[in-house]
């Protein structure tokens, strides 16, 4: 709602789709100005890019149309005493002299190729919160909470900063196992934890030896993986402590991609990304087969990779179905006090979850229909869930 002129700088996709009605794009030292939002960037960009193809390819054509008819009017200057042939063959020579050449488009620009394919499976459980109690100082951020995540869930986790999210997934880390009934994870669960601040990198170790100990490598082997987040030779003995934050989030991508890990535990894995960059990692857990427990503040991030989302009102957790969009629907529905638990409307909240069910049931079926039995399986979990929460409901009646 701010009425005069604004300029920002973003990497928040979402951000720009709400703000902005035009967007100047930094490229090969020149700028290109597109009028609309980010999402409308990306189509006209697309659009423009087909359409310079499409000219570059019918210019190039044309060209060496040319190119052959000069060299027959120069053949046939040779053989004959006809001098047309030569004025012809100079007049077409000068014409492509004179052709603004138009430059070859890149569709298809160097950017970070993660791949977190995975040869170790789990079992049915992920994870599992029993009871889970936790404080630091005198603040108790979780009291007594409960949470499960089967194989292949896809779980976002929100919330305020400074309300816990990051302890918990320390604690996981440091904690979860098989026999911890407070903190369970599957006895085949192998977690690949990103941390937001790099806490799983040695900051006094090179490129090269920490890829080469994550995932016991030779030289040329973790050369070939770092190349695929943008690193060439003369970065491979470069401290980790010095390189900047993008730098060092690509890395840790990288040993994510060496570890055969099948439990994503991520804290705010895009932050220091370039839009391009988050873009290739949103594929890539796209296709991800295991388990995903991220921490996110990227609202298209959130939509685009995650089937459910718990929220963090400590010392409680809330779980909604669905993506983001969904979540941030269904609670302005609710119109939730966050520090009153007696506050939701429970028939309002059993007819916004009869509904995502709805929706859930048709996603389902179209998952079926194109023989995508993983993505299936994880809406059949969450229409299951929603169905406990509604028996819950009714119960509360």
Do not use: C
């Not at 053989?79 to 052709?99: C, E, N, P």
């Not at 049931?361 to 969450?382: H, N, P, Q, T, V």
Request: hydrophobic content about 35%; aromatic content about 8%.
């Amino acid at each position: 709602n701010y009425p005069r002129a604004l300029l920002l700088v973003s990497h928040n996709r979402y951000l720009l789709d709400r703000t902005v009605n035009r967007i100047l794009e930094i490229e090969d030292t020149s700028t290109t100005s597109y009028i609309g939002n980010y999402s409308a960037y990306r189509v006209e960009k697309m659009r423009n890019l087909l359409k310079q193809k499409k000219a570059y390819e019918d210019q190039r054509k044309e060209i060496v149309r040319i190119e052959e008819m000069i060299k027959r009017f120069a053949h046939w200057a040779d053989i004959t005493s006809d001098k047309a042939h030569a004025i012809r063959a100079r007049s077409r020579r000068k014409y492509l002299d004179r052709v603004d050449r138009i430059d070859r488009p890149v569709l298809d620009r160097q950017k970070i190729d993660p791949d977190f394919d995975i040869k170790t499976t789990q079992g049915k459980i992920a994870l599992e919160l029993n009871g889970y109690s936790r404080r630091v100082g005198n603040r108790t951020l979780f009291d007594n909470v409960t949470l499960h995540l089967a194989y292949g869930d896809r779980v976002g986790f929100i919330g305020a900063n400074g309300t816990g999210k990051s302890t918990l997934f320390r604690d996981i880390v440091s904690t979860a196992a098989w026999d911890n009934h407070t903190l369970r994870i599957g006895p085949r669960t192998k977690i690949g934890y990103y941390a937001q601040e790099h806490d799983t990198l040695d900051f006094d170790k090179t490129l090269l030896e920490e890829i080469r100990l994550a995932g016991d490598l030779s030289r040329d082997a973790a050369f070939s993986v770092l190349s695929r987040y943008l690193f060439g030779w003369t970065d491979m003995d470069k401290r980790i402590g010095d390189l900047s934050g993008g730098e060092k989030s690509r890395v840790q991508l990288a040993k994510l991609t060496v570890q055969d890990v099948n439990f994503l535990l991520m804290d705010e894995p895009t932050n220091h990304l370039d839009v391009q960059s988050r873009e290739r990692v949103e594929e890539a857990l796209e296709v991800f087969d295991g388990t995903i427990f991220v921490i996110s503040h990227d609202r298209y991030f959130l939509d685009r990779i995650v089937d459910r989302i718990v929220e963090i009102d400590p010392p409680k957790l809330a779980e909604f179905a669905g993506d983001f969009s969904a979540y941030w629907e269904n609670r302005n529905a609710l119109n939730r006090d966050p520090h009153d638990d007696d506050s939701p409307d429970i028939e309002k909240e059993i007819d916004i979850l009869e509904r995502e069910k709805q929706r859930l049931e048709e996603s389902l079926a179209e998952a079926y229909r194109k023989a995508a039995y993983k993505k299936g399986d994880r809406i059949s979990r969450e229409i299951k869930r929603i169905d406990r929460r509604v028996e819950d409901l009714y119960k509360q009646l």
